[in-house]
């Protein structure tokens, strides 16, 4: 079974993919636009240490100015999603004045996880069909070719020199 870097983290009832760059509750994917994805990512890898809010806007918005509200609400819509605040769970804490801070247990699944063998066979698949009629096809040119030509010229050795 092939082997992909894949880093997982899991948190709660969530599984933060960043291979497939997605956000996954019990299994079933959530919508994150790219900047949600990569600030949440932030965090997560950072976790229990405070990022600063110039930091993030850094990272997230690189060399472009972008007002702090920005940041305000990506983190204001990756709580809404993660249901931060909701049964007690906590995820991202707000230092006031400096930045954001995650703070649930995150558990990496691991650096190297085996892909699956469905999506093996699928990426296979995926290519083996159009590769069998592009060689198809060109046994069928060839073949025809040879036919048309084969009888009308003469054959000779291709180590043989014409004075």
Same mark, same amino acid.
């Given at each position: 079974?092939?082997?992909? +870097?894949?880093?997982?983290?899991?948190?709660?009832?969530?599984?933060?993919?960043?291979?497939?760059?997605?956000?996954?509750?019990?299994?079933?994917?959530?919508? !994150?636009?790219?900047?949600? %994805?990569?600030? !949440? !990512? =932030? !965090?997560?890898?950072?976790?229990?240490? =405070?990022?600063? +809010?110039?930091?993030?806007?850094?990272?997230?918005?690189?060399?472009?100015?972008?007002?702090?509200?920005?940041?305000?609400?990506?983190?204001?819509?990756?709580?809404?999603?993660?249901?931060?605040?909701?049964?007690?769970?906590?995820?991202?804490?707000?230092?006031?004045?400096?930045?954001?801070? %995650?703070?649930?247990?995150?558990?990496?699944?691991?650096?190297?996880?085996?892909?699956?063998?469905?999506?093996?066979? =699928?990426?296979?698949?995926?290519?083996?069909?159009?590769?069998?009629?592009?060689?198809?096809?060109?046994?069928?040119?060839?073949?025809?070719?040879?036919?048309?030509?084969?009888?009308?010229?003469?054959?000779?050795?291709?180590?043989?020199?014409?004075?």
């Amino acid at each position: 079974m092939p082997v992909e +870097k894949v880093n997982v983290y899991e948190f709660g009832p969530f599984r933060l993919e960043t291979g497939e760059r997605r956000l996954l509750q019990d299994g079933r994917s959530l919508p !994150l636009t790219p900047k949600m %994805f990569d600030m !949440l !990512l =932030l !965090l997560v890898e950072n976790r229990d240490h =405070l990022l600063e +809010k110039s930091e993030l806007m850094e990272r997230l918005w690189p060399g472009v100015y972008v007002d702090e509200a920005n940041l305000t609400r990506n983190v204001s819509d990756v709580r809404k999603l993660l249901g931060d605040g909701t049964n007690g769970h906590r995820y991202i804490q707000t230092v006031p004045k400096r930045g954001y801070r %995650f703070i649930a247990p995150v558990r990496e699944a691991g650096a190297a996880a085996a892909v699956s063998p469905k999506v093996s066979c =699928l990426r296979a698949a995926r290519w083996t069909v159009p590769a069998v009629l592009v060689s198809g096809a060109a046994l069928i040119f060839w073949l025809g070719w040879r036919e048309t030509d084969g009888p009308t010229r003469p054959r000779s050795a291709p180590w043989q020199f014409c004075p």
